[in-house]
């Protein structure tokens, strides 16, 4: 099974701060590679799918990459809307989700 | 718009049945692959199960197994998911979503299943 380990579990940041959240599989996953955010009470969202490719209606702040087993997503400038959890999932074989970043208010 | 309406949790003791119900709209549901994905309370994301549109292909996480059953009727746009043999970790609020590209692109709101003595 492949696993996926996100770091950090935590990151307190401040509006207009670049944050950088990273996601490492256990083996190669190519670039089937999503990222999804959850607000407390409410279903995930998907922003990123393909490692890079922004889901439609999702804010171009936000944008992902990839190098090898390494994926980042980063928000080139918080917004107070942005506060929430952060969880990668890779779907290269069956699915797996990262156990999740939390973006507190610094 | 898509919308995914989860029913069918509730309050359960272990070893018992239980089945999810989806109930979709606003999409082609006959061409679109669907999910199951959980989140135990206050604990992160764990996909669970996936059906292929045509309902030929079903996927299961290795936790579920054996136990858990996934379907579709496409005569009322309705995906199901069939629990059995239900275990206090099976406790967690269930997910119906949209599956496009191996992504889970539009969810529902969740339904909760409370397994316990």
């Known amino acids: 099974d492949i696993q996926m380990t996100q770091s950090p579990s935590t990151l307190s940041a401040s509006v207009g701060d670049r944050v950088t959240i990273t996601c490492r599989a256990s083996?190669?996953?190519?670039?089937?590679l999503a990222w999804y955010q959850q607000k407390p009470g409410k279903a995930p969202k998907l922003l990123i799918y393909?490692?890079?490719n922004l889901e439609s209606g999702v804010p171009s702040r936000f944008s992902g990459s990839a190098s090898g087993t390494e994926f980042t997503l980063t928000i080139s400038s918080l917004q107070p809307d942005d506060f929430a959890t952060y969880y990668c999932q890779q779907y290269d074989s069956a699915w797996t989700f990262g156990q999740g970043t939390k973006l507190e208010i610094k | 718009e898509v919308h995914l309406l989860e029913s069918g949790g509730g309050f359960i003791e272990p070893g018992e049945s239980l089945r999810l119900s989806c109930a979709a709209s606003g999409f082609t549901f006959t061409s679109s692959a669907m999910s199951w994905v959980r989140q135990a309370p206050g604990k992160g994301l764990e996909w669970v199960s996936t059906?292929?549109?045509?309902?030929?292909?079903?996927y299961y996480a290795d936790s579920v197994k054996d136990r858990f059953t996934i379907s579709r009727d496409t005569s009322i746009d309705t995906l199901y998911l069939q629990m059995n043999s239900l275990r206090a970790e099976d406790t967690a609020l269930y997910y119906c979503?949209?599956?496009?590209?191996?992504?889970?692109?539009?969810w529902g709101q969740g339904t909760l299943v409370t397994v316990s003595s």
């Open positions: 083996q190669s996953i190519s670039s089937w």
């Open positions: 979503a949209k599956t496009r590209g191996g992504v889970q692109d539009s």
């Open positions: 393909k490692a890079s």
């Open positions: 059906i292929s549109g045509s309902g030929g292909h079903t």
